[in-house]
């Protein structure tokens, strides 16, 4: 019996470089389980590629969408016909779905994927007082979904204040979180502790907070996937405390994308 490639579900994972991202894996085998006759794919592109790219999945009937990591994400806005709220906010995607009449809509779930995974530990946002080291795409898109979800109280810290500072003030007025910024020592009223920073992956291995407020929180998550027991994992675990790991939060953010990309969520 010949096979007809034409009706195997496509999606492309775009990114410069690429090599490095372990999403085409982790959803293959999530097909394979699931039964699905789809496959994704990792595309080097470099950013020049991006409009001929573009192009051809607006023509092609059996590619649902595709998802990108860096360097693409702000640019790839400008290619949607439209952009989700959230997405809208932060200035970034990366999963861009494409409806049957060639229309793209983008969207960005790593908001979603950390808060659904610590949530599913018993955690409750709705309430909480949360405490976010990382004001870039990341963080900005978990401190959106931690407002949206009604965290009592956000406090942000990064490398780079001002950039804790430009994210607060972007965020004023979209809910009734109390928003406040500082360095992470400062967070020892917090409930739940957030790194959505490269602390902790390797070549820097200082955890984001220090030990009082990790044995003060009820939930440590971590964004870093590489190692996947990082020192603010380690340090969460020895102190008693729940924590969630970054393939967790990969998880739970992949379920949202490949719902969105109208593929089984399995």
């Known amino acids: 019996m ?11 994972i775009l990114g410069d470089p690429v090599a490095q991202v372990s999403t085409p894996g982790i959803w293959n085998a999530q097909f394979a389980r699931t039964g699905q006759d789809a496959v994704c794919v990792p595309i080097s592109l470099p950013a020049q590629g991006l409009d001929a790219f573009v192009a051809w999945v607006r023509l092609s009937d059996n590619l649902p969408g595709f998802l990108t990591t860096i360097p693409h994400k702000a640019a790839l806005t400008e290619a949607c016909d439209r952009v989700e709220p959230d997405a809208q906010i932060l200035g970034v995607v990366n999963t861009i779905r494409r409806d049957p009449d060639g229309t793209l809509i983008g969207e960005m779930f790593d908001g979603h994927g950390m808060l659904d995974a610590i949530e599913a530990t018993g955690a409750r946002i709705r309430g909480a007082r949360i405490a976010l080291c990382g004001a870039g795409a990341a963080g900005s898109a978990i401190a959106i979904q931690a ?15 001002a950039q804790a500072e430009a994210l607060v003030a972007r965020l004023a007025g979209l809910g009734k979180t109390e928003l406040a910024t500082g360095p992470a020592e400062m967070a020892d009223a917090a409930e739940i502790l957030i790194n959505a920073s490269p602390a902790g992956s390797p ?29 603010l994992i380690a340090l969460a675990r020895a102190a008693g405390v729940r924590v969630v790991q970054g393939a967790e939060m990969a998880a739970h953010q992949g379920a ?3 719902a969105f990309l109208g593929l089984e969520a399995g």
């Open 2 to 12: 010949k096979t007809d490639l034409t009706a195997t579900r496509v999606i492309p």
């Open 147 to 161: 407002i949206r979800r009604g965290a009592a109280g956000l406090f942000i810290s990064d490398m780079v204040p």
């Open 256 to 258: 949202r994308m490949r």
């Open 203 to 231: 070549g820097m291995l200082d955890a984001p907070f220090p030990a009082k407020v990790i044995e003060a929180a009820t939930c440590v998550a971590d964004a870093v996937t590489d190692p996947a027991e990082t020192v």
